[in-house]
């Protein structure tokens, strides 16, 4: 369940806590004329950035190659917290990154493993993340639904917040 006062409190390490929990998210570029396309995120906290392994002859890396900024939407597993990240992407030959990252899951989609000559790591640098978190407890919304009925009043089942991000 969301923890409303650690998004309320410190936003930043809930986002990190839920997105080193989430097996993918959806990835897009601005103005890329693509969909969405799901990815698996490895995180790097110190320098803001989510880095993910594609295939150098994908649609995404053929989009990034333009410079553009691009978003990275995830859910928790409980469905009660929604973040959507923006910053700039772009593609990255970083040896140190392949190897930092890789896993047996990684290995599966990349026949030449870490040597892989299609193997691309695409670097996405945060600067502003909005954030929503709910509660998932029917018993909380119930109540909050039922008071809003009586009141007038808007019910609290979240909160809501964007933060800005060094590089």
């Not at 097996?23 to 950035?49: R, Y």
């Not at 002859?57 to 409980?78: M, N, P, W, Y």
């Amino acid at each position: 369940m969301a923890d409303l006062s650690k998004a309320k409190n410190d936003p930043l390490q809930q986002l990190w806590d839920v997105v080193e929990d989430v097996h993918a998210g959806m990835l897009g570029v601005e103005d890329s004329g693509q969909h969405m396309q799901p990815m698996a995120p490895f995180i790097e906290k110190e320098s803001n950035s989510i880095w993910f392994y594609t295939r150098d002859d994908s649609d995404l890396v053929k989009a990034v190659r333009t410079g553009e900024r691009a978003h990275f939407c995830v859910i928790s597993k409980d469905h009660d917290y929604h973040a959507c990240l923006a910053g700039q992407i772009d593609e990255v030959e970083s040896r140190e990154h392949i190897d930092k990252f890789w896993s047996p899951m990684v290995a599966a989609w990349f026949e030449g493993g870490k040597d892989d000559p299609r193997l691309a790591m695409l670097r996405l640098r945060l600067d502003d993340v909005a954030i929503w978190a709910s509660t998932n407890s029917t018993l909380r919304f119930g109540w909050e639904m039922a008071k809003a009925n009586l009141t007038g009043k808007e019910p609290d089942v979240g909160y809501h917040t964007q933060i800005s991000l060094p590089h």
